[in-house]
């Protein structure tokens, strides 16, 4: 069908990899996005195995519904695939990220933090539900600007050392 973008969750990836259905998409393929769900790099292996680390060039995108869906993104490597955690990369340029701590305090590289998000794309609120929202929207400390908030994720997260993100979990696990 001429199909050049695959967008799905890496489980359902992983799933087209052990169908073989994807020998017939391979080809016409210039980007396979996976986001969704956390992903378990070790997955892609066995699609690394056989097919070029860039074409297609698999994206891990990191996101949430309150936050236009996608947050993150990482043009993945093969070597990606032989690491432990889930590379979700650097932050789309209109969006802000922060790795805080309890005290609302950035965490030092490397240190485990909460994932808050500002910017643009951040929602205003849950429909009918104030009381959910003035616990997930927070002022935004680190902002000049009147009025901005940061969404608090609940998903925790580290900057690596060449400055990329990797989510952890979840804070409530």
């Known amino acids: 069908q001429g199909v050049t973008v695959l967008n799905q969750t890496p489980s359902a990836f992983k799933a087209l990899m052990a169908s073989q259905a994807h020998s017939a998409l391979s080809d016409q393929l210039r980007y396979v996005i996976l986001g969704g769900e956390a992903l378990e790099p070790a997955i ?16 891990n995108m990191y996101g949430l519904t309150e936050a236009t869906v996608h947050v993150t993104y990482r043009l993945l ?62 002022p935004d400390p680190f902002s000049d600007e009147a009025g901005a908030r940061l969404y608090k994720t609940g998903d925790v997260a580290r900057y690596r050392p060449d400055g990329n993100l990797e989510f952890v979990g979840r804070n409530d696990e």
Do not use: C
């Open 77 to 138: 490597q093969q070597q990606d695939s032989e690491q432990v955690g889930s590379p979700v990369g650097t932050r789309i340029p209109d969006l802000t990220i922060y790795l805080l701590d309890a005290h609302g305090q950035p965490v030092p590289l490397g240190a485990v933090g909460e994932l808050y998000i500002g910017g643009a794309g951040v929602a205003r609120g849950y429909l009918n539900r104030p009381a959910l929202t003035a616990e997930r929207f927070v």
């Open 44 to 59: 892609l292996q066995a699609w690394y195995a056989t097919h070029d680390e860039h074409h297609p060039q698999l994206v």
